[in-house]
């Protein structure tokens, strides 16, 4: 891509006061440290979380951390949601188009790492595949008339949907034959296929919302390597086999902190300088941490037009949502 590397940082962030701004999985890790410096600045947060409880945890937390002179975190929401079950996303989505109130940006961060065994969503979906792309594409079909609804309150930027992928990406290949992993299972090889669909997504949704005229843009983002939740799913191979707590101290000290895991989902929701159908990533030590925000690195099969235009179609059928575009 021809986007340049950013210097921009969180200081650069604009007031995000007036806009309403839904993450999914914001208990913990980049999410929560999303939700938090976007609370500080005056958005009002919807936190999306599995766990109800976790959820109001962070909730109470989100108040303390997020203090400033325009924070917003006082009147962030909790609202429990389940990606794993497209009962629970059509629940949630209804119910928040029935609050008639504009969505400014949707931030898909929510995921489900290594499985160790296939384990299937409530829908008898992969639950890697099912949770992080099938659970996230149907949020955003049923979420973009609320995204539309911001168009008509607020013109001057675009709306934003931010769809969190990863560095594993780059391992994965879109199996049609074997989307849900029935035939053989294995949990790197699950996620990275997820990982890569995440991105396919985006662009495609990005290709739709151009075609459509709409106002909302999709970008797409991964954190590098940083210290979250998804490193305490244990799995049959590779660090799962060392001692959790060595782990995170290595991750602390060779990656990205949680915070600066969450800085290219906070530029790509917030920057003027972030272009809808871009990928951006940390550019430090490999696109592993820190340094500048920019254009992260993509692999062949995630710009494949004709793969991102089956994975939407596919997903369509899985789910029965699509986007709804107005005449």
């Not at 891509?1 to 006061?17: F, G, I, R, V």
């Not at 993450?23 to 009002?44: H, M, P």
């Not at 030590?285 to 692999?299: D, I, K, M, Y």
């Amino acid at each position: 891509m021809a986007y340049a590397k950013s210097n921009w940082t969180l200081d650069e962030m604009p007031s995000q006061a007036g806009k309403r701004i839904f993450i999914t999985g914001a208990n913990s890790g980049v999410g929560y440290c999303a939700a938090v410096e976007l609370a500080r600045r005056g958005a009002t947060i919807v936190l999306a979380c599995r766990d109800r409880a976790r959820g109001e945890d962070a909730l109470m937390r989100l108040v303390s951390d997020a203090a400033g002179p325009e924070s917003a975190a006082s009147k962030a929401e909790l609202v429990p949601l389940d990606l794993a079950s497209l009962a629970s996303v059509r629940e949630v989505a209804a119910a928040e188009l029935a609050r008639h109130q504009p969505l400014h940006c949707l931030i898909n961060n929510a995921g489900i790492m290594r499985t160790p065994r296939r384990l299937e969503t409530q829908d008898g979906f992969e639950l890697q595949f099912g949770t992080n792309v099938l659970g996230h594409f149907a949020l955003t079909c049923l979420l973009m008339p609320a995204l539309e609804m911001a168009r008509a309150a607020r013109n001057e930027d675009a709306r934003r949907v931010v769809t969190l992928s990863s560095l594993a990406h780059k391992m994965g290949r879109i199996d049609f034959d074997d989307l849900q992993s029935t035939r053989r299972y294995n949990p790197t090889r699950a996620y990275a296929q997820s990982k890569l669909a995440n991105i396919l997504f985006a662009f495609e949704l990005e290709r739709r919302l151009r075609a459509a005229n709409l106002a909302a843009v999709s970008i797409a983002v991964h954190p590098g390597v940083a210290r979250s939740r998804l490193f305490k799913v244990r799995s049959s191979t590779g660090l799962a086999r060392v001692p959790e707590a060595i782990v995170h101290t290595a991750l602390g000290l060779l990656f990205n902190s949680t915070l600066g895991g969450a800085i290219p989902t906070l530029f790509a929701a917030t920057s003027p300088q972030a272009k809808g159908g871009a990928y951006y990533g940390p550019q430090g030590l490999q696109e592993t941490r820190g340094g500048n925000v920019g254009p992260a690195c993509l692999s062949p099969a995630a710009k494949d037009v004709a793969t991102q235009h089956k994975l939407w179609q596919v997903c369509t059928e899985l789910t029965g949502c699509d986007l709804k575009i107005e005449e």
